[in-house]
């Protein structure tokens, strides 16, 4: 029962191998007029697989087997993302840096190996796990032909209009030395100082004015800003102001000359005054944001002008209603300060004077004494702090525990630094407008991935391209010297690019004369060396890819795309973003998502807690196929909990499911389906029942897998198998099977209906139990109804051979289940004399229907044969109010049916059987119409 499936699964693999299956599974399917294409999501090539790997690949393995039994031509070429800084990182620590101990290409060629042996540890785990697809053929965003129609894919998008260069703020990682994308965010605790700042007024009587109110000579007037970065002071150029909000005038604690009053929103001055220490709140005047527009406030100890601006992103909610705007470390600052012009008068170092490690560039003021040029920024808040205290402008300050960016693979925090980057515009040829349709356009599941993903784009900045790495497709553009234009022909030469590089991989960009291509223009024109985001590089799979590779039966746009909830901000959406800019549609028709793996308890999985479960012990204790099963039978639209427990209930599950095509298989020994098969208007009424009810549950099921309802796949076959199967069909069936003759009408029509059964059973769970399908396919009798045996149950449809009870039957599906109620009763009404000593087995009790005139009338015409239904004595019926009574029988018991009998021992020469059994052993045989 248990299979021993870590040892025949491999053996199993090692045929499909020898067979070279996929291809002959292509070669079967490839003439179907239909077909479905699921696009495998690149894995990362780093490390081995886990937990979370396994759920990914098994359902996708169970879509695209299910597709094939669905009668479709489903292809499924897997994928690896090579690129990249974990890749960087894991080279950089056998071989060093780049120019260390080798050259850039020596250090690429040693990223390529690594990678390459990466994807070997990967795919033999994958393969383990029984997913169907062309592993020896897969593709590799590091293969020299990806990466040259990388190339023409950001050609396509340079065309049409969507790529611009900008010295923009981006997330930066210094561990990471480079700008990050919105995917490559996570977000954890960290503390910061927080502080309210007094930027205070040049023409505090103009201020005081806008609320009514004369300010008395001497007077300072500020107005306050809160923030959690002081390192960002150096870099402020302004403060913004929301021109609908409404503020007040207070008075403010006394400052350094004398009185002071600050201007804060309305809905904030309590709190505010309570953390400057004020606790008599007085009110001078009233005014929103918009007249203070273009007043000029004096930098708290750089001697700038900062003038005020009207910004929709200020808000009431917290802090003082100003926020200090430094447009090179914030991307809604950037936005404002670009609408005001404030970009283009002043140099970059004073935009962002922070360089790629973190540190203030040399020649960056001191701060009221306070030198911070060449001091990394976290250091630089304290010193900061203390300038601004100094300058007797620190109003509140204290340490703050909050949410703030950090790097998903170093996890540290990052920040937004403003450098030159590429970038692909939301705004410029309307890619926000037209991504936001598309979505709408594409079926998400669930539901809520829809409203998700739109939220996302709703509210992403434009797209950083641009990373300043060494592993990775160069950004293969030539920029003017003086103006930093790309080339007017930058698409026509980013394609001869592509050429070379499919000949010779990315290396020839970097070893490129420029005059090859420019002829005498090369002087004028510098090459950029900023390698593509790798998120482009799996963002473009769809060209790469499906579009490149319809010889695999591949195309675009994909039917499914199916990864993990956290790529609806990841690969889900770089590729909407790519597909809409190069073709205007979705690369999808449908995306599903499925949740994190978690401990039983919910918890995140992590080794220093002993709660990971890793899927190649699983495998080697339990078989691929328990994995399988436990990863169907989770609802993979929330957390999927998983433990040895979980597991262990997993393994329960499939052995009933291994059992019942234990029992279907060893019935249909010495039955030829070409021969032997009853049709399905001579079979008995219950085989013909049951038939009908595989024949419903096919239907059910197919829905399922086309609705990727997979959790009532797994609960509708193990109830099949309990109830309709284990607890009903399969014991009353048992009698004819052992009984009667071997070649009878009554049990060729059992071994027809388990025929049936076991031919539909073995498609059923053929996309969930891989290796159990494939071994029970090669078990069933190799010559069908059809002719000889197909060599794959993956080479079949689901099947065709299972039919409805017509509604004219003898004995309908509406009788049949009031049939089953009755059994119930019975039953019901046995268990007390069971209990009591009365009787043991349910053949001991003779049962006594009283059934209403109609019910009486049917159940009469089937009284014969009602004891094997209930397993029990003789039954009558007799009219009544629908009760149910039960004595002990008196007859004797036979040896051979073990029923209870009048006539055991009435033919001499077999003194202990009934006469039915002779019939049976030596005689013509009985006949049976109903059980």
Same mark, same amino acid.
């Given at each position: 029962?248990?299979?021993?499936?870590?040892?025949?699964?491999?053996?199993?693999?090692?045929?499909?191998?020898?067979?070279?299956?996929?291809?002959?599974?292509?070669?079967?399917?490839?003439?179907?007029?239909?077909?479905?294409?699921?696009?495998?999501?690149?894995?990362?090539?780093?490390?081995?697989?886990?937990?979370?790997?396994?759920?990914?690949?098994?359902?996708?393995?169970?879509?695209?087997?299910?597709?094939?039994?669905?009668?479709?031509?489903?292809?499924?070429?897997?994928?690896?993302?090579?690129?990249?800084?974990?890749?960087?990182?894991?080279?950089?620590?056998?071989?060093?840096?780049?120019?260390?101990?080798?050259?850039?290409?020596?250090?690429?060629?040693?990223?390529?190996?690594?990678?390459?042996?990466?994807?070997?540890?990967?795919?033999?785990?994958?393969?383990?796990?029984?997913?169907?697809?062309?592993?020896?053929?897969?593709?590799?965003?590091?293969?020299?032909?990806?990466?040259?129609?990388?190339?023409?894919?950001?050609?396509?998008?340079?065309?049409?209009?969507?790529?611009?260069?900008?010295?923009?703020?981006?997330?930066?990682?210094?561990?990471?030395?480079?700008?990050?994308?919105?995917?490559?965010?996570?977000?954890?605790?960290?503390?910061?100082?927080?502080?309210?700042?007094?930027?205070?007024?040049?023409?505090?009587?103009?201020?005081?004015?806008?609320?009514?109110?004369?300010?008395?000579?001497?007077?300072?007037?500020?107005?306050?800003?809160?923030?959690?970065?002081?390192?960002?002071?150096?870099?402020?150029?302004?403060?913004?102001?929301?021109?609908?909000?409404?503020?007040?005038?207070?008075?403010?604690?006394?400052?350094?000359?004398?009185?002071?009053?600050?201007?804060?929103?309305?809905?904030?001055?309590?709190?505010?005054?309570?953390?400057?220490?004020?606790?008599?709140?007085?009110?001078?005047?009233?005014?929103?944001?918009?007249?203070?527009?273009?007043?000029?406030?004096?930098?708290?100890?750089?001697?700038?002008?900062?003038?005020?601006?009207?910004?929709?992103?200020?808000?009431?909610?917290?802090?003082?209603?100003?926020?200090?705007?430094?447009?090179?470390?914030?991307?809604?600052?950037?936005?404002?300060?670009?609408?005001?012009?404030?970009?283009?008068?002043?140099?970059?170092?004073?935009?962002?004077?922070?360089?790629?490690?973190?540190?203030?560039?040399?020649?960056?003021?001191?701060?009221?004494?306070?030198?911070?040029?060449?001091?990394?920024?976290?250091?630089?808040?304290?010193?900061?702090?203390?300038?601004?205290?100094?300058?007797?402008?620190?109003?509140?300050?204290?340490?703050?525990?909050?949410?703030?960016?950090?790097?998903?693979?170093?996890?540290?925090?990052?920040?937004?630094?403003?450098?030159?980057? /590429? $970038?692909? =515009?939301?705004?410029?040829? &309307?890619?926000?407008? *037209?991504?936001? #349709?598309?979505? %709408?356009? +594409?079926?998400?599941?669930?539901?809520?991935?829809?409203?998700?993903?739109?939220?996302?784009?709703?509210?992403?900045?434009?797209?950083?391209?641009?990373?300043?790495?060494?592993?990775?497709?160069?950004?293969?553009?030539?920029?003017?010297?003086?103006?930093?234009?790309?080339?007017?022909?930058?698409?026509?030469?980013?394609?001869?690019?592509?050429?070379?590089?499919?000949?010779?991989?990315?290396?020839?960009?970097?070893?490129?004369?420029?005059?090859?291509?420019?002829?005498?223009?090369?002087?004028?024109?510098?090459?950029?060396?900023?390698?593509?985001?790798?998120?482009?590089?799996?963002?473009?799979?769809?060209?790469?890819?499906?579009?490149?590779?319809?010889?695999?039966?591949?195309?675009?746009?994909?039917?499914?795309?199916?990864?993990?909830?956290?790529?609806?901000?990841? /690969? $889900?959406? =770089?590729?909407?973003?790519? &597909?809409?800019?190069? *073709?205007?549609? #979705?690369?999808? %028709?449908? +995306?599903?998502?499925?949740?994190?793996?978690?401990?039983?308890?919910?918890?995140?999985?992590?080794?220093?807690?002993?709660?990971?479960?890793?899927?190649?012990?699983?495998?080697?204790?339990?078989?691929?196929?328990?994995?399988?099963?436990?990863?169907?039978?989770?609802?993979?639209?929330?957390?999927?909990?998983?433990?040895?427990?979980?597991?262990?209930?997993?393994?329960?599950?499939?052995?009933?499911?291994?059992?019942?095509?234990?029992?279907?298989?060893?019935?249909?020994?010495?039955?030829?389906?070409?021969?032997?098969?009853?049709?399905?208007?001579?079979?008995?009424?219950?085989?013909?029942?049951?038939?009908?009810?595989?024949?419903?549950?096919?239907?059910?099921?197919?829905?399922?897998?086309?609705?990727?309802?997979?959790?009532?796949?797994?609960?509708?076959?193990?109830?099949?198998?309990?109830?309709?199967?284990?607890?009903?069909?399969?014991?009353?069936?048992?009698?004819?099977?052992?009984?009667?003759?071997?070649?009878?009408?009554?049990?060729?029509?059992?071994?027809?209906?388990?025929?049936?059964?076991?031919?539909?059973?073995?498609?059923?769970?053929?996309?969930?139990?891989?290796?159990?399908?494939?071994?029970?396919?090669?078990?069933?009798?190799?010559?069908?109804?059809?002719?000889?045996?197909?060599?794959?149950?993956?080479?079949?449809?689901?099947?065709?051979?299972?039919?409805?009870?017509?509604?004219?039957?003898?004995?309908?599906?509406?009788?049949?289940?009031?049939?089953?109620?009755?059994?119930?009763?019975?039953?019901?009404?046995?268990?007390?004399?069971?209990?009591?000593?009365?009787?043991?087995?349910?053949?001991?009790?003779?049962?006594?229907?009283?059934?209403?005139?109609?019910?009486?009338?049917?159940?009469?015409?089937?009284?014969?044969?009602?004891?094997?239904?209930?397993?029990?004595?003789?039954?009558?019926?007799?009219?009544?109010?629908?009760?149910?009574?039960?004595?002990?029988?008196?007859?004797?018991?036979?040896?051979?049916?073990?029923?209870?009998?009048?006539?055991?021992?009435?033919?001499?020469?077999?003194?202990?059987?009934?006469?039915?059994?002779?019939?049976?052993?030596?005689?013509?045989?009985?006949?049976?119409?109903?059980?």
């Amino acid at each position: 029962m248990r299979g021993d499936l870590p040892r025949r699964e491999p053996q199993t693999l090692a045929r499909w191998e020898s067979e070279g299956l996929y291809a002959r599974v292509r070669e079967h399917v490839g003439g179907r007029g239909k077909s479905f294409v699921l696009h495998d999501g690149p894995p990362y090539a780093n490390g081995t697989i886990h937990i979370g790997h396994a759920v990914n690949k098994v359902l996708k393995d169970i879509v695209v087997k299910s597709r094939l039994l669905a009668g479709f031509d489903a292809p499924y070429v897997p994928g690896w993302d090579c690129h990249g800084l974990p890749i960087e990182v894991a080279v950089e620590k056998k071989h060093g840096k780049v120019g260390e101990k080798l050259d850039a290409a020596a250090f690429r060629q040693k990223c390529r190996e690594y990678a390459a042996e990466q994807i070997d540890l990967q795919r033999r785990d994958f393969k383990r796990l029984g997913i169907l697809g062309d592993w020896e053929n897969p593709y590799r965003t590091m293969d020299f032909r990806f990466e040259a129609d990388m190339l023409r894919s950001l050609a396509k998008i340079v065309e049409r209009g969507h790529l611009v260069r900008g010295a923009k703020p981006v997330h930066w990682c210094f561990d990471c030395g480079s700008a990050l994308a919105e995917a490559e965010i996570e977000y954890a605790d960290k503390k910061s100082p927080a502080i309210d700042v007094a930027y205070l007024a040049r023409d505090p009587q103009a201020l005081a004015r806008v609320f009514g109110v004369d300010a008395a000579p001497g007077t300072e007037v500020a107005v306050p800003i809160w923030t959690t970065t002081p390192w960002t002071l150096p870099a402020s150029l302004a403060v913004s102001i929301g021109p609908e909000l409404e503020y007040s005038l207070v008075e403010g604690p006394a400052g350094a000359n004398g009185p002071r009053l600050l201007v804060l929103a309305s809905a904030l001055v309590e709190r505010a005054l309570k953390r400057y220490g004020v606790e008599d709140v007085r009110v001078l005047g009233r005014a929103s944001g918009a007249p203070m527009e273009g007043m000029v406030l004096a930098h708290p100890f750089y001697e700038r002008d900062i003038p005020l601006l009207l910004g929709e992103h200020v808000s009431a909610e917290e802090g003082t209603g100003a926020v200090h705007t430094a447009p090179g470390h914030g991307q809604e600052d950037f936005a404002v300060s670009q609408k005001y012009g404030l970009i283009d008068r002043y140099t970059a170092a004073e935009i962002n004077p922070v360089d790629a490690r973190g540190r203030y560039l040399p020649g960056t003021p001191a701060a009221h004494g306070a030198e911070i040029a060449g001091v990394h920024l976290w250091k630089a808040n304290d010193l900061l702090v203390e300038a601004v205290r100094g300058r007797g402008l620190l109003l509140a300050g204290h340490p703050l525990e909050h949410s703030y960016p950090h790097c998903w693979r170093h996890k540290t925090p990052v920040v937004f630094r403003a450098t030159p980057q /590429w $970038f692909i =515009s939301m705004e410029q040829a &309307g890619l926000r407008r *037209d991504a936001l #349709a598309a979505i %709408r356009d +594409v079926g998400w599941f669930p539901e809520w991935g829809e409203a998700r993903i739109a939220a996302m784009v709703e509210g992403r900045p434009d797209w950083c391209i641009s990373r300043q790495r060494t592993w990775g497709v160069p950004i293969a553009l030539f920029v003017h010297r003086v103006t930093g234009e790309p080339h007017p022909r930058s698409a026509e030469l980013m394609r001869e690019v592509a050429a070379r590089v499919e000949q010779g991989g990315v290396d020839v960009w970097y070893s490129l004369d420029a005059a090859e291509l420019l002829g005498s223009e090369a002087t004028d024109y510098d090459k950029v060396t900023d390698i593509l985001d790798v998120w482009f590089d799996s963002g473009v799979t769809h060209e790469c890819v499906l579009g490149a590779r319809p010889q695999d039966g591949l195309r675009k746009p994909a039917d499914l795309y199916l990864e993990g909830s956290d790529q609806h901000r990841g /690969w $889900f959406q =770089s590729s909407l973003l790519t &597909g809409v800019a190069m *073709d205007g549609v #979705a690369p999808y %028709r449908q +995306v599903l998502t499925h949740g994190f793996t978690v401990d039983a308890q919910g918890k995140k999985m992590s080794k220093s807690l002993g709660n990971v479960v890793e899927p190649q012990k699983v495998i080697d204790q339990m078989g691929a196929d328990v994995l399988r099963l436990w990863i169907a039978s989770t609802d993979y639209r929330g957390e999927m909990s998983v433990s040895d427990e979980i597991l262990k209930r997993s393994g329960d599950v499939y052995r009933r499911l291994r059992n019942t095509a234990r029992f279907l298989l060893a019935n249909l020994d010495g039955f030829d389906p070409a021969a032997h098969v009853v049709p399905l208007d001579g079979m008995v009424a219950l085989d013909r029942w049951i038939v009908h009810r595989a024949f419903e549950l096919q239907q059910k099921l197919a829905a399922a897998f086309e609705r990727y309802d997979f959790a009532e796949i797994v609960q509708s076959l193990a109830n099949f198998c309990s109830v309709d199967l284990g607890s009903l069909y399969l014991d009353v069936t048992k009698d004819r099977l052992y009984t009667m003759p071997e070649d009878s009408a009554g049990r060729r029509s059992a071994q027809t209906a388990m025929y049936h059964l076991a031919e539909a059973f073995v498609r059923w769970i053929a996309p969930i139990l891989t290796f159990t399908a494939d071994e029970m396919w090669r078990f069933l009798p190799q010559t069908t109804m059809a002719g000889p045996r197909a060599d794959n149950v993956l080479f079949s449809t689901w099947y065709e051979g299972l039919a409805p009870l017509p509604a004219d039957a003898a004995l309908g599906a509406a009788r049949f289940d009031r049939l089953l109620e009755l059994r119930e009763q019975v039953s019901r009404t046995l268990e007390p004399m069971r209990a009591a000593g009365e009787i043991g087995a349910a053949l001991e009790a003779e049962i006594a229907i009283a059934a209403t005139g109609e019910e009486a009338g049917w159940l009469r015409e089937l009284q014969d044969e009602l004891r094997f239904l209930f397993i029990s004595g003789d039954v009558s019926v007799a009219e009544g109010g629908g009760e149910v009574s039960a004595v002990r029988t008196a007859k004797p018991k036979c040896a051979r049916c073990w029923h209870h009998r009048a006539d055991v021992g009435s033919v001499a020469a077999h003194p202990s059987i009934c006469g039915r059994c002779v019939s049976n052993v030596e005689g013509p045989g009985e006949s049976r119409r109903w059980f």
